[in-house]
Every structure is written in C-alpha cells, then in structure tokens.
C-alpha cells in the first residue's frame, strides 16, 4: 500500500511540473506575441463610398441617356480640386418608384479638404441646408453635402428629397481622429451682414482663384500651408469683401502682412476703402465700400481661437519607444499576475486532490512523512513504510 501511494504522490508531482512548465510556456508565447506585434500594422479594407442601397433607393445601372446638371463633381476644376487632396472617388445610379437619381462622391485626405471642395464647387444662388451632414446645400435640381472627409452630389433632387438621403449620409464613411478636425478659419467669418453662400474656403492658389479671391494668388505664400476664407457682406453700411489668411506661425503671417499691403496699394482706390491687419497667424483684409471706421471695426473683432491639435509627435522616435516599452512592462506585469493566479488555482487543485486522495484510503490529509525527510542527515531516523 505504501508503494502505491509513493507511485500516486510522484505522479502528482510529475503533474504538478507539467502544469506548471505548460502554463509558463503559454505565458512566454503570450510575451513574445505582444511583443511582435508592436510592429504589426493591420490593414482594414477602406469601405465602400456609396452603398449599393439606402433606404428606400436600389442601385441600378447608368440609364442609357445620363442625366445632365449643371453642378457637377465631375466638371469641377481640376487643378483647384487636386488642391483639397482627393483620396477616391464613385460614382452610381439610384431608382425608386420609377424615378432615377445619380449620385457623385469624392473622399479626400481629411475634412478640410471636403470643405474646401464643398465651398468650390457649390454655387451662389443655392440655399444651405442642415439637415444633411456636416455642410450641405440645395438647388439648381441638386443637393450637395459633406460626410467626414466626403463630399457628395446629388442630381436630378430638390429639398423635398432630404428626408429620404439621410440613410445616404448615415452608410458614408466616417472621419476618424485628426482627419475629422473641422477647419477653424471659416468660424471666425463673422454673421453680422453676411450674404448666404459666399463664404469660400481656399487652400490653394487654384481653388483661390476659382472660388473669385480678389488678390494676385500665386503671391499669398501658400507654398507655406497658408489657408483663406472669403465671404461677402451686403447691409445698410454698403457692400464689402472679408479675407482671411491663416498661416502656421505668427512671422510668416507678418512676412505675408507687408506683401498684402502692397497688393492693396497696387490695386489703386477702384477697389474703395481697404483696410489690412495682422494677429498673431492671422492676415485680415476687408475691400468695399464700408465706411472706413466700420470696415475696421470689423477686422479688429474678429480674433483667433486658440486650439492646440497634436498632428505630430515632438520626438516621434523617443517617444515611440517610450511607448512600446510602457506597453510590454504592462503585460508582463499582467501576465506575472496571471501565472501567480495560475499556479494558486493548480497547487489547490493537485494538493486538494492528493489529500482528498489520501483521505479516501484512511490516511490524515495533512501527514505525509515520506516526504517530510531527504535522509540528508545521517542521524534523522529512517523512514518507516508499508505502515
């Protein structure tokens, strides 16, 4: 009897090791593939631009005679939208109760761009909408809207159609972190006397030019990732042009201040009261026929928010690493916790089991002299079995 309880005990032993070199050995796999992967870059297909349905509306093909309109993605300025950085664009057909729509989308490098596209291509005489993204506009027999870093175009559809292309700008991409930022400098266009549909987001000397900027563009520094809005105003104080410039640091914009200036001065007195100033990154200019004290009343009003957006780490290597090695002691602490749990859980299990074995043969669970003796030391008496 003895014998086999030596014979049960080693074996528990021998389990109790395995267990043990098994769960260290997926602990280690578990280490080495956190580890990897710090360098693994997971690509996830980019989704569709346009659904094959929304709502109501089934993709269909081209009709045989495409519908023409005379607001278009597709004969909008080339060089002025190259400038807005587009990424991909689509183009489908659409049919619901007999009737057809053609929808034309283009996705850009981020939201600013879209917005940009949106302020080219959308014409004066249409009225802005709220109920479709995050900008959009109806008329001419068209609606026209952004979604994130989207711009899309409708055609042949009127205001009466918005309720029924909200499943539309639900299923576009979405814009995620820095590439969904707004732009900031068509919020500083102040409201007071404002004409609808004037407000032009620039950032370019094409999209500058088309969008009926009243300077020289080729001179306005944008080589420097200068950026513009423009917008007209009409009211009791007469008609007037606001220009804003926006570069990235406040001596760059001061450099650009004096050539602003001669600009003006370049343009002589048909261009009426003219009046240029500069804060910090901003370039402000106002040309029309305000009154002198209310043209610059309106400049100096108008103030930067200050936003802080981190596109680009300071020391992108450093703190890379920093990073990294934050993340691997974390799961190596997470996992030394998992282990001690681990081995808690199995030494309960096999010494529970071996003294819940012992107790079934009519031996104490807690007395186990057979092991409690090396026989290292010559005195200790020598173990007794079979007892």
Known sequence: ??????????????????????????????????????????????????????????????????????VSLVNANKEALEECGPQRSQVADYAHNGRNVHVEAIEFGDRTGAYSAFTLVKRREMSPLKQLGAAAAVGDGAVLFTVGTSIALVYPATAEDIATLKPLVESMPKAMGNKGIAALLPTLVPAKGLVDGTVRYALGPATYSAEGGILPANSLGWSKEAEAVTAEYKDKRGDETLTIFLYPTPTIAGTYTRMVQDLVGAMGPQSGVSKVRREGELVMLVTGSFPADEAQRMIENIHLKQMVSIDNDVAPTVHTQIIQTYSLLTNIAILSGVLMFAAVLLGLFLGGGRAMFRVMRGKPAASEPEFLSLHLNPKNKAARFGE
């Open 1 to 70: 009897m003895g014998g086999g309880y030596w014979i049960g005990s080693s074996c528990s032993l021998r389990c109790m090791r395995v267990g043990v070199r098994l769960v260290a050995g997926v602990g280690l796999l578990w280490v080495a593939g956190l580890a990897g992967a710090q360098g693994i870059a997971v690509n996830v297909p980019a989704a569709p631009l346009l659904p094959l349905s929304f709502g109501e509306w089934k993709s269909v093909a081209a009709p045989a005679v495409p519908v023409v309109s005379t």
